[in-house]
């Protein structure tokens, strides 16, 4: 394989993954970022996210010089063949996905253009986003200057992000000419994967609708959580039973506290409003980020009935970061918990295995913890809410034994009830009888 010069645009989750990845494959890589704190610290040999198996791929490739960090578009496309735009797209206060930060990039990039090079969108943008860059590349761009725009959404999930990147399911790629569609074969070679190509609208629609359709099983679980709570039945019972037929599956259907994250929350809400602009009603997608919303508020009721008043009492929030294995507190549905029981009086006491450094600049009035067991001395509740594998190991009698109550809420369903209730306390599941 011919190694190739890429530059990647955004050294956040998805583009540092990107950057470090392509260089692991044989490709010489610049990763950009107009963060200069960031830039600095991977220039050291710091990784500004947690992300596990990413701090050895970044550090041996730094030593080979297959990979550069820099703040400096313009040295970065010196010499690149492709050039990756990877940065946020976060959402506006009408869920609209703000693009300012890709209409930057785009109108950089055209500036510094001087000979034919692929122009990749990775971020999640919008149907049509492609053209707006083409449009932009055009405008500010030198004239008789090629180029390719192609769009290359990422499906990565955070915790798995490296393996994900190299042992994908399908690399989608949207293109509009042969030669960007040869480029991208080269450039993946590597990746053992199949390479789905299409037209630029639909591939940036796969990465929306795929995103959307995974949010609607979470939800359709949550729904169907609160249908056993009032019937009586066990969620994880009746999802198994629907997971093992094939044309369902098991995956994305897990009760809890619901979705969070940079992505699942904006997605649905910016499909929901691109369907908006395009004359279509998405009434499904309303409904699903409905019962999202709905699913989090189990916390605050489950609490209430347990311990009827929450003013003075405390609670233990096991678990802040959205999913277990990354340190990303966005939109987690934990901090979201803590605002609303803390608003009823509440103290909290705070452990997370490695999100505890990015939550103190988040919640305030809160006590963390160095331990689960240090987080339930003295509490009237343990509250889990990521399902981190450590708490899975924890030694429940010495929980029950710190807490002042025996009081144990698992919003992620991550315990046997038999096995919590044995151990002496008032257990609460989402979607399952409570046992005592
Ligand atoms: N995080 C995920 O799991 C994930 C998965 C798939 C897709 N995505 C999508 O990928 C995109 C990036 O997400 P992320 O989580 O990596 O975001 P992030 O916020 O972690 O990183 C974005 C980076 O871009 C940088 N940036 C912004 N404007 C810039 C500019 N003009 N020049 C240089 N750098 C600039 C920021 O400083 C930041 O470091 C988003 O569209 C997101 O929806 C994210």
Known sequence: MKSKQVAVVGSGYVGLVTGACLAEIGHRVVCVDSDRAKVRMLKKGHIPIYEPGLPEIVLSNRKT?????????????????????????????????DLSYVETVARQVGRHLRRYTVVVDKSTVPVNTGDKVRQTLLLYGKKNVPFDVVSNPEFLREGTAVSDF???????VGVESQKAETMMR????????DMIVTDIKSAELIKHASNSFLATKISFANALAQMCDRVGADVTQVTQGMGADPRIGPSFLKAGLGYGGSCFPKDVSAFIHMAEEAGVDFKILRAVREVND?????????LKKALWNLRDKTVAVWGLAFKPDTDDLRNAPALDIIHRVQAEGCRVNAYDPVAMDKARGLIKNVRFCRTPYDAARGADA????????????????KVKNLLRTPVFLDGRNL??????????FQYHSVGRPTSS
Not at 415 to 424: I, T
């Open 65 to 97: 010089r297959r990979l550069h960090f820099t703040n400096s578009l313009e040295e970065a496309l010196v010499s690149a063949e492709y050039i990756f735009i990877a940065v946020n797209t976060p959402p506006l206060p009408n869920g609209e996905a």
């Open 166 to 172: 190299m042992k994908p399911d399908r690399i989608v």
């Open 186 to 193: 080269e450039l993946y070679a590597p990746v053992k994967a």
């Open 294 to 302: 709905q699913a989090r508020l189990w916390a605050l009721e489950r």
């Open 382 to 397: 343990v509250l889990l809410c990521t399902e981190w594998k450590e708490f899975r190991d924890v030694d429940l009698a």
């Open 415 to 424: 315990f046997d009830p038999v096995q919590v209730a044995a151990h002496g």
